[in-house]
């Protein structure tokens, strides 16, 4: 299937963001050729700054193959930026659990029209306190199997050194170097064709984020941590060692 065309928006954001992009920061960019040139597909990327977006955006719209993320409902309501995110394409999550899977059938959709839809698997900036990539939603699992689309995992590393994960305040001088690397695509096929199990899902999402992972530490050139950080089970352990401290004042009186 033909790629879709970039449209108005996409053009018309082009040149609102990149000039000061350009600007703001140098980069080292590889593996331009593993974006496929048609057909619809998936890229799975890590996520450690909110001006991940705008320059991973970057990246990508300098490939041909403009991405549509998806990203929150409340986006899409908000004047100018609402007008933006639905002329550009994007895909509005919604959290209420009834309309939670309508964004999964979205992206299916445009995946099968043969469009890019750019996932970050981690839900969230990555709450790893060394910034690694955390452990990833099942979500870009569940569409990568159902439309069975090349996965293209995708590192990127150096917009926390102009905006760390929550900060409010940006740094964007001296000037930072913005590092992207995308992969090969992920070998999923020993996944297809069987039953969408809780436990296929999470698989198929660690092997996607083993790959994302392998591709951050050659940017960082440096040796990623065995245990991928979980935020479910940090807290857990922080409400243990609450309970423990609190059980520890109380004798204490």
Not at 55 to 80: I, M
Not at 155 to 170: C, F, H, S, V
Not at 187 to 212: C, G, Q, S, V
Request: aromatic share 10%; charged share 25%; net charge positive.
């Amino acid at each position: 299937m033909s790629r879709r065309r970039i449209g108005f928006w996409y053009r018309f954001a082009a040149v609102l963001c990149k000039p000061p992009l350009v600007v703001l920061f140098k980069r080292d960019w590889r593996g331009m050729e593993n974006i496929p040139a048609d057909g619809g597909f998936i890229t799975a990327v890590n996520h450690n700054s909110h001006l991940d977006p705008l320059l991973y955006g970057h990246f990508q719209y300098n490939t041909g193959r403009v991405p549509r993320f998806l990203a929150k409902d409340g986006l899409f309501r908000k004047g100018f930026v609402g007008a933006a995110m639905r002329g550009t394409g994007q895909i509005p999550v919604y959290r209420e659990s009834t309309n939670a899977l309508s964004a999964f059938r979205a992206a299916i959709d445009a995946v099968e029209r043969g469009e890019c839809v750019a996932f970050y698997p981690e839900g969230t900036l990555t709450r790893d306190p060394e910034l690694w990539p955390m452990t990833g939603k099942t979500g870009v699992a569940r569409v990568a199997l159902q439309t069975q689309a090349p996965v293209i995992p995708v590192g990127q590393w150096g917009a926390t050194e102009a905006l760390a994960p929550y900060a409010k305040k940006p740094h964007f001088f001296p000037r930072k170097k913005h590092y992207v690397l995308a992969g090969e695509p992920v070998d999923l096929t020993r996944f297809y064709d069987k039953e969408m199990t809780p436990d296929l899902l999470k698989e198929a999402t660690e092997a996607i984020m083993t790959e994302i992972t392998s591709l951050v530490a050659d940017l960082r050139g440096e040796k990623a941590p065995q245990r991928r950080y979980d935020p479910r089970e940090a807290r857990i352990e922080q409400r243990r060692k609450s309970q423990a401290q609190s059980g520890s004042s109380e004798e204490s009186k």
